[in-house]
Structures are given as structure tokens and as C-alpha cells.
């Protein structure tokens, strides 16, 4: 079965409605060299093993975060992994591949 499509437990964000929020904590969870490709205004890039495996490094649980991937997979599953640990997370649904907005280079 593959995990990625288990249902996200926690809230959701259609990634096109990004823009919408003024001053958002966004956390980018892919690669470097995916993140260099193009990402959204004010993300902050933390590949998602380094953000699972030291999430205290990069997040204080009274804040709220929204976490991006490329198409939502690796967000979802940080998402569950986080929400369980106690963190106030949302999931970006369909990800910056689904953002039509302008990315930054």
C-alpha cells in the first residue's frame, strides 16, 4: 500500500491559497537542489529527513507551520509524523508543482 495516500490527519491548505495569507511560518521540505528550482516567497528550506528526525532545531510547538513539498506526498506524511509529536502543522495540498503563483528563483 503506498503511505502517501493514507488521509492527512490535521488541517490542509490548497497551495494557491498561499498567497493569500500575509505572515505564514512555511516550511519548503524538499531537497536543496529541488528547493534552487524555484520556491515560494518567504519559505524556508529544511528537507524533510532533517526536519522528522530534529524537529525541536527548526520549530517551537506554539507556533503554526505549514509544510511544502513537491505534490503533497512528503508533506502529508511529515504532517502525521509531526502532528503526533505535538506540533501545530498544515499540510500544503498539491505543492509547489500545483502553485500557480510566481516563484522565486
Do not use: W
Amino acid at each position: 500500500m503506498f503511505n502517501f495516500l493514507k488521509k492527512v490527519e490535521g488541517k490542509v491548505i490548497n497551495v494557491n491559497e498561499i498567497d493569500n495569507l500575509l505572515e505564514i511560518n512555511l516550511i519548503d521540505i524538499r531537497e536543496p537542489y529541488e528547493y534552487k528550482g524555484g520556491s515560494i516567497r518567504n519559505s524556508k528550506n529544511v528537507p524533510m529527513q532533517n526536519l522528522i528526525t530534529n524537529p525541536d532545531k527548526y520549530l517551537i510547538k506554539d507556533k503554526t507551520y505549514y509544510i511544502i513539498c513537491q505534490s503533497g506526498g512528503r508533506s502529508a506524511r511529515t504532517v502525521n509524523h509531526l502532528k503526533k509529536q505535538g506540533y501545530d502543522v498544515v499540510n500544503v495540498i498539491g505543492g509547489i508543482g500545483s502553485y500557480v503563483g510566481t516563484k522565486r528563483k
